[in-house]
């Protein structure tokens, strides 16, 4: 038994002074996961989302499923999911996005 937790804890170490070393070197190396700064394309901050909501910018649509959304959403938003018919509910938000088209989603 103490073999095992032995060679257990050797594994691990090895395994952390590789990712360390890779993180620490490598050229392209990806940020820490748990970094708010980082983003992946397409993404923004909350803060940006709520300057926009405030400014009458932005078109919120969630993507929940009904019973969620009927629980509460943010004021506004259209229900599009594919749980429910997905093209039933487009038809009917559809016009409303159209003359949102300068607006962010």
Do not use: C
Not at 5 to 15: F, R
Not at 42 to 67: F, K, M, N, P, Y
Not at 91 to 98: H, K, N, S, T, V
């Amino acid at each position: 038994m103490k073999t095992l937790l032995v060679q257990w804890a050797v594994l691990a170490s090895l395994v952390v002074v590789a990712t360390l070393a890779v993180h620490t070197w490598h050229p392209k190396r990806p940020a820490l996961y748990l970094d708010p700064k980082q983003l992946n394309e397409g993404e923004i901050h909350l803060a940006a989302a709520l300057a926009w909501q405030d400014a009458g910018q932005i078109v919120w649509i969630d993507a929940r499923r009904r019973e969620l959304y009927e629980a509460g959403h943010v004021e506004g938003a259209f229900l599009l999911n594919e749980q429910d018919d997905f093209n039933a509910l487009f038809l009917e938000i559809f016009a409303e996005l159209q003359n949102s088209a300068d607006k962010h989603l």
